[in-house]
C-alpha cells in the first residue's frame, strides 16, 4: 500500500530510529519513502511516541535527551503527522530535564485539547493550564 493514510506501530517507529534489525529497518524505510513519495500521510499516535520513547531508553540504553532528539527528528519529517501536543511538547527547550515530562506533558495535551480538565497528583502538574493537582 502507498500513498493514502497509514498509522505507524511502535516496531516500526523503533527500527526507523534504530536502524536495526537491518531487515525490518531496511523494509521500513522503503515503506516509509514509497508511502511519503506518493503523497501518503504517515500517522504516530501519542500512544506510539511514549512507547517508544521508553524502549529508546530502557531497551535501547539511550540517554533521554537523546531518544526525545530522535522523535523530535522525525516528526519533522513532511507528511508525518503527530497531534498537536506531541508536536508542542516535542519543540519544549530542554524538555529531557523538564519536569513535568515528555510523557506527562503528551498527557496533559490530549486532556487539555479535549477541553479537559487533567486530574493528578503530579506536583509538578500545577504549572500546566487546566490542570488541578489533587492534595492528600
Not at 4 to 13: C, E, I, K, N, Y
Not at 24 to 41: D, I, K, T, V
Not at 111 to 121: A, D, N
Amino acid at each position: 500500500m502507498t500513498g493514502g493514510s497509514v498509522s505507524l506501530d511502535t516496531s516500526v517507529l523503533l527500527r526507523l530510529l534504530i536502524g536495526e534489525p537491518e531487515d525490518q529497518h531496511e523494509a521500513s524505510m522503503r515503506f516509509l519513502s514509497e508511502q511519503l513519495s506518493h503523497g501518503g500521510e504517515v500517522h504516530v499516535a501519542d500512544l506510539v511516541l511514549a512507547e517508544a520513547y521508553f524502549a529508546l531508553q530502557s531497551y535501547y540504553a539511550m540517554p533521554k535527551k537523546d531518544a526525545l532528539a530522535a522523535l523530535s527528528l522525525f516528526v519533522r519529517h513532511g507528511g508525518v503527522i503527530v497531534s498537536p501536543a506531541a508536536r508542542e511538547v516535542l519543540s519544549i527547550q530542554n524538555l529531557a530535564s523538564s519536569n513535568p515530562g515528555f510523557v506527562d506533558r503528551l498527557i496533559h495535551g490530549a486532556s487539555y485539547s479535549g477541553g479537559h480538565t487533567l486530574v493528578t497528583f503530579e506536583k509538578a502538574a500545577k504549572k500546566l493550564p487546566s490542570t488541578l493537582v489533587l492534595k492528600v
